[in-house]
């Protein structure tokens, strides 16, 4: 069976739930379209998260994030569903989505977004 693009996020139990650290996705191969011109677009992306009692599955990271190559997202929309869609899946203590996209038009964009959970006492 082939594989294809989805939304569908999985997750897994944190193996250390009682101690902070950080886990790291490098993924360089992201595209959608330019929803002006509906031309490729290209970043790399980078996120970083500090789980709390879920971890996200790989395999679904990369389904959902091939899933946006045939749709139009300015990068600030993408870049902040990608960590809002994370962060309401997992419930992180904190995470931070980097989209890093290619020079088009003479001008890179860098859109970087962070959430963290609440505390008790803040």
Same mark, same amino acid.
């Given at each position: 069976m082939a594989t294809k693009p989805s939304k569908a996020l999985q997750t897994f139990?944190?193996?250390?739930?009682?101690?902070?650290?950080?886990?790291?996705?490098? +993924?360089?191969?992201? /595209? +959608? &379209? +330019?929803?002006? /011109?509906?031309?490729?677009?290209?970043?790399h992306f980078s996120i970083t998260y500090v789980p709390d009692r879920l971890c996200v599955e790989l395999k679904s990271l990369k &389904?959902?994030?091939?899933s946006f190559r045939d749709e139009g997202a300015f990068h600030e929309a993408v870049t902040n569903?990608? +960590?809002?869609? &994370?962060?309401? &899946?997992?419930?992180?203590? %904190?995470?931070t989505v980097v989209g890093n996209f290619n020079? %088009?038009?003479?001008?890179? /964009?860098i859109v970087r977004v962070t959430r963290e959970k609440k505390r008790r006492g803040r």
């Open positions: 139990a944190n193996p250390a739930p009682d101690r902070d650290y950080e886990i790291v996705f490098d +993924c360089p191969e992201f /595209t +959608c &379209l +330019c929803p002006m /011109t509906a031309q490729p677009d290209f970043a &389904l959902y994030l091939w569903r990608i +960590c809002d869609d &994370l962060f309401k &899946l997992l419930a992180p203590r %904190r995470i020079v %088009r038009g003479g001008i890179g /964009t």
